[in-house]
């Protein structure tokens, strides 16, 4: 059973950098697309961006899109977000997710089936 497990949020001013890390243990996630969501508060959660299982194809909400870097490490079995230029609308809760075995890359929350706990990004003005 695989497990996800975010980690690398935190506090940052406007235009500062982080990078998340979403490691999974149980089994591999080389053969899932894997997604980033986000939900900031008083919204509905929303989506961030994707990489296909292949490695060969990403995906960014159009707010992101310039900013935000999706990059996979199968050998680490960790999938990364590199959130650069960082502005306070981007504050939310993150959450990565994992598609069922060798399924497309989606924006949609319902096409992944594992998801990890979330960690806090907070970006000040």
């Known amino acids: 059973q695989v497990q996800l497990a975010e980690s690398g949020g935190g506090l940052m001013q406007a235009g500062g950098s982080l990078r998340l890390s979403c490691a999974a243990s149980?089994?591999?996630?080389?053969?899932?697309?894997l997604g980033w969501f986000r939900r900031a508060p008083g919204k509905e959660r929303e989506f961030v961006g994707a990489?296909?299982?292949?490695?060969?194809?990403?995906d960014y909400t159009d707010s992101v899109k310039g900013r935000f870097t999706i990059s996979r490490d199968n050998a680490q079995n960790t999938v990364y977000l590199q959130m650069n230029n960082l502005k306070p609308e981007d504050t939310a809760v993150y959450y990565c997710a994992a598609a069922p075995i060798f399924a497309g890359r989606s924006r949609s929350a319902l096409d992944y089936n594992i998801w990890g706990q979330g960690t806090q990004v907070t970006v000040s003005s």
């Open positions: 990489i296909s299982w292949q490695s060969t194809s990403t």
């Open positions: 149980g089994r591999t996630v080389s053969n899932r697309a």
